[in-house]
């Protein structure tokens, strides 16, 4: 039996994060009902950003500049750096415009389990920018599971001869989360980063 277009559609959609086969058939119901007002423009947009998207050879950024937008910018302080491990961490602290340094993506966290070592990661480029006059301070901004704690403490290491202040995103309890709905490891941190008020 041979695969129809709407079906290959529907097997692309099923691939993305948070959609099975059937929010997948929804969503590509949705798109041809609308094919007019949202499909050919969901379609042209999808080849304009395949065809322009560039990595920023600097930081890792993903953007349609090389280098992107974030390096470019002459308003943001190239003092320090903020260490994630993908862009879309990148993207997420951008939402919140409460960081105004520069970034540098890792590609993920150190994992034996899945056979990913430090020369797998971008830390090589790290310490390379760390070692700069220009930078002052360097935040890890991993994530607070077991590879992330991991991958914190061996790029720590690897910058500690370059002179530059290492810091750590605080972790804890959330804004507006209940405490016996928090898991023991959270509690624990949040206990440890306490501070006075």
């Not at 992107?68 to 994630?84: K, P």
């Amino acid at each position: 039996m041979a695969v129809t277009a709407i079906d290959q559609l529907i097997q692309l959609f099923a691939r993305l994060p948070g959609l099975g086969p059937r929010s997948a058939r929804r969503a590509v119901l949705f798109l041809i009902k609308r094919r007019e007002s949202l499909m050919l423009p969901l379609a042209q947009a999808l080849s304009d950003a395949a065809e322009a998207m560039k990595s920023c050879d600097i930081c890792g950024n993903i953007d349609v500049t090389d280098p992107c937008s974030v390096c470019n910018s002459t308003r943001r302080d190239v003092s320090v750096i903020c260490v994630v491990e993908d862009v879309a961490d990148l993207w997420a602290l951008e939402r919140t415009a409460s960081f105004s340094g520069l970034y540098h993506v890792l590609g993920g966290t150190l994992s034996a389990l899945d056979g990913i070592g430090p020369e797998d990661l971008a830390i090589a480029g790290l310490v390379a920018r760390a070692e700069t006059d220009r930078v002052s301070e360097i935040i890890l901004a991993t994530s607070a599971t077991v590879d992330g704690q991991t991958t914190a403490h061996y790029v720590a290491e690897r910058l500690a001869d370059c002179g530059v202040k290492i810091s750590r995103l605080a972790h804890g309890v959330p804004v507006g989360g209940e405490l016996d709905y928090l898991d023991d490891g959270t509690l624990s941190a949040a206990i440890k980063a306490r501070r006075e008020i």
